[in-house]
């Protein structure tokens, strides 16, 4: 290939500034090269180096017959390390023999026709970094002329490509193994675009759970696609999702979808995730689910099927518990609540044996641990202390509920009341030992008779408990229904109930009555003549309960018989003592209706003769003063200081009573004006103590007027009573509306608001280890006669406020003053 020479030039100046590669080619001798002196140089060679040379683009220059190499700074990253460089001077098929093959031919066209030649992201591999590479590039061949205007050699503009090239190599591997993935995920996965919603991508489970094929889907908006979901609030979600950019999630979510022709329910757990571009800005949405329609509804089974036995529970007058496989009591049906007063918070987090007497909880606790160990059957009988502190004998019993594996699962538990027949016993034993010698003579007959005693004790234990439809028709059938009434579970399911009662009863039409008064009332209970399956009688005590749904329908009812027959049919003995038990009762009755008149007869009877003794008292101590010895003045002195006691005592007792009746009128009223009352009832005692008391702003709230004027009289009058000694009392009350949510405690509701009230005073407060304490009956952290006081007036502010279901605390530190903390809930 034969190129024209051209007019040469000494014009040097295209080499200043040209950086490195102008330098190189500078300092080298072109002198034995076919280019000859840089100074001979046509004026084409050096304008099109001075071009290259000060150009920021990676540029390269084939010159002459031999295609010298020419290349710019910027070129130079391209030939790496330990490679080419420096090319410079170089023929160029001695530079590139490894593509020569390549780019000889684009050179040739090139000069040949001097039109350029360009590629996109074209591999061109060549030897560089020690090695031949994979090398991609982006370039144009155009033709470089001499002065004559004849192609002379050829320039090449280029850039690499390969890193741009290898990612987006693997831009594209990893969606490839992102649609995989998605494809293979075990939850459903799909991708909607734009502000319609567009179905982009739907993995097989996120069809399977539209009911849909992927040709029905993928293109459309999903809401289109799915028309049915419009009206159950998805398209607000996803176009909050969409305009606010925040993830929504949510579990359990009821959806109607419509599969194979019909609307089926579904629940769902799915959540919405925005998917941003590059720029940050919202494109589509992402929304990741899994349906668990299966587990809701066995769950609400579950939930239905524990309802109902809690309301069979919750029916019966014995007291029922489950715990769990270590023996933690973690259920109470609510014949235990009305019995000990106590809370289910308070029987959990307390435990259970503070019902039990202290005597009886040494064995109480042996006995259970041996049988969480053993697996035995627990048995036991003990003493449970009812909320007006009295304690009854209870006959517990439990078993534990195994897995088809033998496992305990859980314990359930029941007591039953066997005060009465506990008391017999006794009485009865009482009576034998007084009777010794008479017993020695008693014939063949009495034994049997006690022998029928000690069964009649062990049957009234026994209850037959039931569970029948609306219409009275028997579903459940247990042992002691069996034991009772002669059927077999089989005999009897899917029969009704009226099979029990005699015929005059079914004629008079008795059950269904019965099945009425229940549905009516609730509840219905009634003692009468029942036939077993042997046609005998026997007289039975019934409790029917009516069992609602969720919208307050009547939906079955559970149905307790106790066996009283025993009872009733009792020897010639306990007959002949009939009239005089029911003469006792009528008596009883008249002592109840007496002792609810104890608060008037202790304000006045009972505190008469203690008045009459202070009285007298006083009197012989003023006229016989000086008759009187010095132990008779100190026997005197402590007989008035008993009597002041006891009148204190019984004041505060009738204090406390008062506040078990919640009957009385609720007022929304403003605390200060309670507060101010019971200042000037208290004005000559807080002169005397130099007391301050100090209120802030107040709150509004429904309360018993009278009862919380006691509440502050006591509050004020603990202050006065435990001040320090010649420092003046300070009394701070601060009153505050704040949130249940901003409370600590699990006796406030979240959503409620509160009263808060802050009581303080700078007396000698008490140890925090007492904060309890402080509030039950009779306790006293100091001696009668350095701080009077019955121990009775902070349990009656503490019996006030959760009349008022409120909370109260107190926190307190020796020589720094009490602060008494009380929450009362607002109503708006």
């Not at 629940?267 to 929304?287: C, H, K, Q, R, V």
């Not at 040494?362 to 202390?385: M, P, Q, V, Y």
């Not at 009755?589 to 008037?600: G, I, V, W």
Request: hydrophobic residues 35%; contains cysteine; aromatic residues 10%.
């Amino acid at each position: 290939m034969k190129l024209n020479s051209t007019h040469k030039a000494n014009n040097l100046l295209f080499l200043e500034n040209s950086g490195q590669m102008g330098k190189l080619i500078s300092e080298m001798d072109w002198d034995n090269t076919n280019l000859g002196p840089i100074s001979n140089w046509p004026v084409s060679l050096r304008t099109t180096l001075a071009i290259i040379l000060h150009s920021s683009y990676p540029m390269f220059l084939f010159w002459g017959d031999e295609l010298i190499c020419f290349y710019n700074d910027a070129y130079r990253p391209s030939l790496g390390k330990e490679g080419k460089h420096p090319a410079i001077g170089k023929r160029g098929k001695e530079v590139w023999p490894e593509i020569w093959d390549f780019i000889g031919p684009l050179i040739n066209d090139v000069v040949t026709t001097a039109k350029p030649v360009s590629y996109s992201d074209q591999l061109v591999p060549f030897y560089r970094n020690g090695r031949m590479e994979d090398v991609y590039w982006t370039f144009c061949y155009s033709a470089a002329f001499d002065d004559n205007g004849n192609v002379n050699g050829v320039v090449v503009t280029c850039t690499e490509t390969t890193e741009t090239v290898i990612t987006k190599r693997e831009l594209q591997e990893s969606e490839r193994r992102l649609r995989t993935m998605i494809a293979q995920a075990p939850v459903s996965i799909a991708i909607f675009q734009g502000k319609d919603h567009v179905t982009e991508l739907a993995n097989s489970l996120a069809l399977q759970m539209w009911g849909r094929r992927e040709d029905e889907v993928l293109g459309q908006p999903i809401l289109e696609a799915m028309p049915e979901l419009k009206s159950q609030g998805i398209k607000e979600l996803l176009d909050d999702v969409y305009n606010t950019g925040k993830t929504f999630s949510t579990s359990e979510f009821p959806v109607q979808i419509m599969r194979k022709g019909n609307l089926n329910m579904a629940y769902l757990n799915f959540s919405f995730e925005p998917l941003l571009d590059t720029s940050g800005n919202i494109e589509g949405i992402m929304a990741l689910g899994i349906e668990v329609t299966d587990q809701v509804i066995s769950r609400k089974g579950i939930e239905e099927s524990e309802k109902k036995f809690r309301l069979l529970a919750d029916s019966l007058p014995q007291f029922v518990w489950t715990a769990d496989p270590e023996g933690n009591l973690n259920y109470f049906n609510q014949s235990v609540f009305e019995f000990s007063g106590l809370s289910q918070d308070q029987l959990i987090n307390k435990g259970w044996l503070q019902m039990v007497h202290p005597d009886d909880r040494k064995n109480n606790f042996r006995t259970w641990e041996d049988s969480i160990a053993t697996g035995k059957d627990f048995s036991l009988e003990h003493r449970f202390r009812r909320h007006d502190g009295t304690y009854r004998w209870q006959l517990s019993h439990a078993k534990p509920q195994r897995n088809d594996d033998g496992i305990i699962q859980m314990w359930v538990g029941s007591s039953t009341d066997i005060q009465e027949q506990k008391i017999f016993l006794d009485e009865l034993e009482k009576q034998v030992k007084e009777r010794t010698a008479e017993l020695l003579e008693l014939n063949e007959s009495l034994k049997k008779s006690e022998q029928r005693y000690h069964l009649m004790v062990e049957e009234v234990q026994d209850y037959a408990i039931l569970y029948l439809n609306p219409e009275g028709i028997v579903e459940n059938w247990n042992t002691g229904a069996e034991k009772i009434k002669g059927y077999k579970a089989d005999e009897i399911i899917g029969k009704n109930f009226s099979n029990f009662y005699t015929k005059e009863d079914r004629k008079s039409g008795l059950p269904k009555r019965l099945l009425g008064l229940a549905a009516k009332k609730g509840k219905a209970l009634q003692e009468g003549w029942r036939v077993r399956k042997d046609g005998t009688l026997f007289w039975a005590s019934v409790v029917i309960t009516a069992v609602h749904n969720e919208k307050n329908e009547v939906i079955g009812y559970s149905k307790v018989t106790h066996d009283l027959t025993v009872k009733k049919e009792s020897d010639d003995a306990l007959k002949e003592k009939q009239a005089e038990l029911e003469q006792k009762n009528i008596e009883l009755q008249k002592m109840n209706k007496e002792l609810q008149s104890f608060a008037y007869i202790s304000s006045h009877d009972l505190q008469e003769p203690l008045r009459k003794i202070q009285t007298f008292a006083s009197r012989i101590i003023e006229k016989d003063h000086d008759t009187l010895s010095e132990n008779g003045k100190y026997l005197f002195k402590r007989m008035q200081l008993s009597a002041e006691r006891m009148q204190s005592l019984i004041d505060d007792l009738l204090a406390y009573s008062r506040t078990h009746n919640l009957e009385g009128d609720f007022e929304r009223i403003n605390l200060n004006l309670i507060i101010e009352q019971v200042k000037q009832d208290l004005s000559e005692e807080l002169l005397q103590k130099n007391a301050i008391i100090e209120t802030d702003k107040t709150c509004m709230v429904n309360i018993i007027p009278f009862q919380f004027k006691q509440l502050f009289y006591n509050l004020i009058s603990n202050s006065l009573k435990f001040a320090k000694p010649e420092v003046p009392v300070h009394i701070t009350i601060k009153n505050e509306y704040v949130l249940g949510k901003l409370l600590e405690g699990e006796y406030f509701q979240e959503d409620a608001k509160y009263c808060h009230v802050t009581f303080s005073d700078n007396g000698i407060g008490f140890e925090q280890k007492y904060s309890e304490k402080i509030f039950e009956l009779f306790q006293r952290l100091y001696g009668k006669t350095e701080y009077p006081g019955t121990g009775i007036g902070l349990a009656i502010i503490k019996r006030i406020v959760e009349n008022h279901h409120g909370v109260i605390t107190a926190q307190g530190e020796l020589g720094k003053g009490a602060t008494f903390n009380i929450y009362l809930p607002v109503d708006d």
